[in-house]
Structure formats: structure tokens, C-alpha cells
């Protein structure tokens, strides 16, 4: 059996043994108030009281002491919760260096987008400018200037 259903079960029976412990106080109480009270009966339930509260006080003592160790980190035997938060931290910083480089690779990705881009319109006003130029030289010699047709 794993160890937290083993101290799940250990805290059930102290919950039973605490509850046997108020029915044994109750049980004196009863039995004291009686007006021909047993004497004999009395003391067996306070025995049975006391028996179970010392079980009790022990079984809790040695629940707090194993949540002491297993809360300050030090190495437990049977315990994992060091190595657990060891590890759930590194998945953590793993997930977080993952997201940042898919952020980084998506702000590379549109820079290269955009400088083509700013590339392409480079290229197509040079070609326009190319094809003006070539257009420019073959009709030339039919087109004045707007000024030069305004002084004459």
C-alpha cells in the first residue's frame, strides 16, 4: 500500500480511537450519575479512557513529527514531496523557456515577414522606376514640358 493511504488510515483510526475516548468519558459521566452508580464499571471506562487518550497522544505525535520533517524539506524515508516540488519546479521553468522561445521565434518570424515585404516594394518601385525610365527615353521627343509650352 502507498504511504499517503497508509497515514490516511493511520488518522482514521486515531479519529476512531478519539471517538472511543469520548464514549468512554460519557460512559463515566453515566455512570457517576447514577444514583446507584458501579464503582467497578466507573473505573473500567476511566481505564479505557485513559488507555485510549495515551494512544491517541502518541499516534499524534508521531503524525506531527513526520509532517515536521516532511515540511522543512530534509530527505524522509517514504517521503517524495521534496523531489516532487524539485521536479514540478523544473517542469514549471521548462514550460516557461519554451513559451518565451515560441514569443522570440514568432517576433523573428514576422521581422523576416516584414523585411521581405519592405523588400519587395524596394524591387517593384526600382522595376517602376526601370519601366518609366525605359518608356521615358521612347517618347521623349513627342512630349514638351508643360513649362516650355506655357512661355511660347
Not at 452508580?37 to 473505573?43: D, G, T, V
Not at 488507555?51 to 515536521?68: F, H, R, S
Not at 517521503?79 to 514568432?106: C, F, I, P, T
Not at 513627342?142 to 506655357?150: D, F
Request: proline share 2%; aromatic share 4%; hydrophobic share 35%.
Amino acid at each position: 500500500m502507498t504511504a499517503p493511504m497508509e497515514r490516511i488510515q493511520l488518522l482514521d483510526s486515531i479519529e476512531k480511537d478519539i471517538i472511543t475516548c469520548l464514549n468512554s468519558a460519557g460512559q463515566v459521566f453515566l455512570e457517576l450519575s447514577k444514583e446507584k452508580s458501579s464503582l467497578k464499571q466507573a473505573e473500567n471506562h476511566t481505564q479505557t479512557f485513559l488507555k485510549t487518550l495515551g494512544a491517541v497522544e502518541n499516534k499524534l505525535t508521531d503524525q506531527i513529527n513526520y509532517l515536521t520533517q516532511v515540511s522543512t524539506g530534509q530527505p524522509h524515508e517514504g517521503s517524495g514531496y521534496a523531489s516532487q516540488k524539485v521536479l514540478q519546479m523544473a517542469w514549471h521553468r521548462l514550460e516557461h523557456a519554451r513559451s518565451r522561445v515560441n514569443e522570440l521565434d514568432k517576433i523573428k518570424l514576422k521581422h523576416f515577414q516584414e523585411r521581405a515585404a519592405a523588400q519587395a516594394k524596394r524591387m517593384q518601385a526600382q522595376s517602376q522606376i526601370q519601366a518609366d525610365v525605359g518608356a521615358g527615353q521612347g517618347s521623349a521627343m513627342n512630349v514638351s514640358h508643360p513649362m516650355q509650352s506655357q512661355s511660347t
